[in-house]
């Protein structure tokens, strides 16, 4: 029996929803999603209301998922305008710098002006409704401003974080064709800085990113760097007269909001498309239910926004909400590990939401960092991104909380658009490790192997059964990939890619990726990634990836290494090939270990089996199971020996 964390009394008193209400919603929004829904969409300002709600199917030979279909609206003016009247002098962002001296709230008017005025530049650049935009940024409000500028005009945009190479962002900026990039001189995290400008220059010299015409450039830090005449234009002196007012161009709800990109299991990272209505309703209703969301909140999520946790829960669910969102620049062991707290006390944040890496990290410096601060304004605890271990849970739970704020463990994925399963603070009781039930509208089943839905406790893979509005419509230029990705695994159900376990009382327990998806430090990528940078270097015959446990990042990368015939194996080749990883995708990807691998285990037709090289990272070489389909079983044993982890 796992230990339960019941409700505060005193939350659950004034929670939006309450125990009760949780049993009935939820049995009312799977009875009848379509009517569910549409009571839900009034939460938002349509042009023209939705009355065709929910046409779905979820059969690969058909496949369809459109919400809110007839709806017209503008997703900016949803996130702005309608806040004027009551809300205009609100802060709506509140920037923190990674310098810890630098802070600048936004309020509403000011944000409506600002964005406003940067899609009256778009439009002058001659961007229109439907036109890609890569924005490229640090953490700072315009890359906000630069977002909703976009939706503003129906213009879709396409965030690319800023911690990605040049080659990363070549490629996505080439996949969708974007006529321009807003990005800045350089972005600054724990006092580093990241040449931004200078990986756009380096980007744009790549095939296939002819289509970049104009590249908007943001004075950050001020620091030097190379402007070409005429694609490059400064953000300030764009500014400089423009209309403080530019009417919201009005959007059907299925026209495209934006695309993100992200790893699966094979092949290049592909372009999640989200479209406008649903998104927007999904995003901003969870947004509100799961956080407990009052009008006085000051909310911190912490991701950035190169991550759909920034989309939807930085950006457009609280500025939907009309809620202050604090964006921060820097990093969480900058100037010194107190910093979090350091900011909660400075903004009085009350709702906070990080990462389970994030916390383990912290956890390590001991409890005297936390305690410097009051961290009295709390009153609820967010993760995401990966399982969060018992340990790193009740740690937050004890010493960020004081043993009195709820934790809510929100299960999603870029995909989903929103949090699918999570605790609702004032209404279920929370077991550390579990992000508890389903969401309102959100069916989820454990299936074995074969597709069959398991039932009661049980262990298996995690898959939807029914659409809900925030779902991803399309992987972008690639439909067959989308219905292929996740529908095929097993008819009609949405595959998560994720395992997961089910206990007595229904609650989820989200075991990890099945697939050859890595989650590092919260970041997902995938194997195959890796392992083509590795390839690509003239040194490497063959690389598998795996990934492995790892006490901080919760999984670490795990690269074994075949060379070409005559190259031998060195340490000085081992940080040449490391490096080259870092260089080719990005720090994220860099390797933890990298085994070589004289040669690598294959099956007879030659498929590389990572279960075994798997088990061999995990240091588990007793669990190898069957090796007998094996061309060479002797190689494997080879690998044992020579494996990092001890
Ligand atoms: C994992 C991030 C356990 C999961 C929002 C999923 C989680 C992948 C949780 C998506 C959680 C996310 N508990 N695992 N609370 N949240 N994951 O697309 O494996 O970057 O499939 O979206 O992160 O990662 P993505």
């Known amino acids: 029996m796992s230990k339960i964390y019941p409700v505060p009394a005193a939350f659950a008193a004034r929670a939006r929803v309450r125990k009760d209400d949780y049993a009935r919603l939820y049995a009312e929004s799977v009875r009848d999603p379509a009517g569910f829904w549409a009571g839900v969409a009034k939460r938002l300002d349509w042009i023209r209301a939705p009355t065709r709600i929910k046409d779905v199917s979820f059969d690969a030979r058909d496949l369809h998922i459109r919400w809110y279909e007839d709806g017209v609206l503008n997703v900016a003016a949803n996130c702005l305008d309608r806040h004027l009247a009551a809300r205009g002098d609100k802060t709506a962002i509140i920037f923190e710098g990674d310098d810890p001296a630098v802070s600048r709230r936004i309020s509403y008017r000011e944000l409506h002006a600002e964005v406003c005025r940067f899609a009256n530049a778009l439009k002058h650049l001659g961007v229109r409704r439907g036109d890609r935009v890569a924005i490229y940024m640090p953490m700072i409000p315009e890359a906000a401003m630069a977002m909703l500028a976009c939706a503003r005009i129906g213009a879709i945009h396409s965030v690319v974080?800023?911690?990605?190479?040049?080659d990363s962002l070549a490629g996505r900026i080439a996949d969708s064709g974007c006529k321009l990039v807003v990005t800045a001189d350089e972005g600054v995290r724990g006092g580093r800085k990241i040449p931004l400008k200078a990986n756009v220059d380096e980007a744009l010299t790549r095939p296939g990113t002819t289509s970049v015409e104009t590249v908007i450039v943001v004075r950050h830090t001020g620091g030097g760097i190379a402007m070409q005449a005429p694609r490059d234009r400064w953000w300030h002196v764009l500014m400089e007269g423009q209309a403080a007012d530019c009417p919201p161009e009005p959007m059907g709800a299925e026209d495209p909001l934006f695309i993100l990109y992200t790893s699966g299991s094979t092949g290049k990272p592909k372009g999640v498309l989200h479209t406008s209505g649903g998104y927007l309703v999904f995003v901003s209703y969870t947004h509100e239910c799961v956080f407990d969301l009052r009008e006085d909140d000051v909310y911190w999520c912490t991701a950035d926004v190169g991550w759909v946790t920034g989309h939807s829960y930085v950006v457009y669910g609280p500025l939907a909400n009309g809620a202050t969102t604090v964006m921060f620049e820097g990093v969480p062991n900058y100037p010194d590990a107190s910093r979090f707290w350091q900011v909660i006390d400075k903004h009085a944040v009350t709702l906070?939401?990080?990462?389970?890496?994030?916390i383990r990290a912290l956890m390590r410096e001991g409890e005297a960092p936390v305690k410097k601060a009051s961290r009295a304004s709390l009153r609820l605890l967010g993760t995401v991104g990966e399982p969060i271990n018992p340990e790193a849970w009740e740690w937050y739970h004890r010493v960020v909380g004081d043993g009195r704020c709820p934790i809510v463990d929100t299960w999603w994925q870029t995909e989903t658009g929103g949090i699918l399963i999570s605790a609702l603070p004032g209404a279920i009781d929370q077991k550390p490790s579990s992000a508890t039930l389903p969401f309102f509208g959100v069916k989820p089943a454990i299936v074995d192997t074969d597709g069959h839905v398991k039932e009661g406790a049980c262990e298996g893979n995690l898959v939807l059964t029914d659409s809900w509005p925030g779902q991803m419509r399309t992987v972008y230029g690639d439909h067959q990939r989308f219905i292929d990705t996740y529908f095929k695994t097993y008819p009609g159900m949405y595959f998560t890619g994720d395992g997961a376990r089910r206990d007595e009382d229904g609650y989820y327990w989200i075991t990890g990726r099945v697939d050859d998806v890595i989650n590092v430090a919260g970041h997902r990528l995938g194997t195959a990634e890796v392992e083509s940078a590795l390839v690509a270097h003239p040194k490497v015959a063959e690389a598998a990836v795996v990934g492995c446990p790892h006490d901080v990042k919760g999984q670490g990368i795990y690269a074994y290494?075949?060379?070409?015939?005559?190259?031998?194996?060195?340490?000085?080749?081992?940080?040449?090939?490391?490096?080259?990883?870092?260089?080719?995708?990005?720090?994220?990807?860099?390797?933890?270990y990298l085994q070589w691998a004289p040669s690598l285990p294959k099956t007879r037709s030659g498929k590389i089996m990572r279960r075994i090289l798997r088990k061999i990272a995990e240091n588990q070489p007793d669990q190898l199971g069957d090796t007998s389909t094996l061309a060479d079983p002797s190689v494997v044993q080879n690998l044992v020996g020579e494996r990092l982890v001890k």
């Open 161 to 166: 974080f800023g911690g990605f190479s040049p």
């Open 352 to 358: 906070f939401y990080t990462a389970p890496t994030a």
């Open 561 to 592: 290494v075949t060379l070409k015939v005559g190259v031998q194996p060195s340490d000085a080749l081992r940080k040449e090939l490391i490096e080259w990883v870092r260089k080719e995708i990005s720090p994220i990807a860099t390797p933890d």
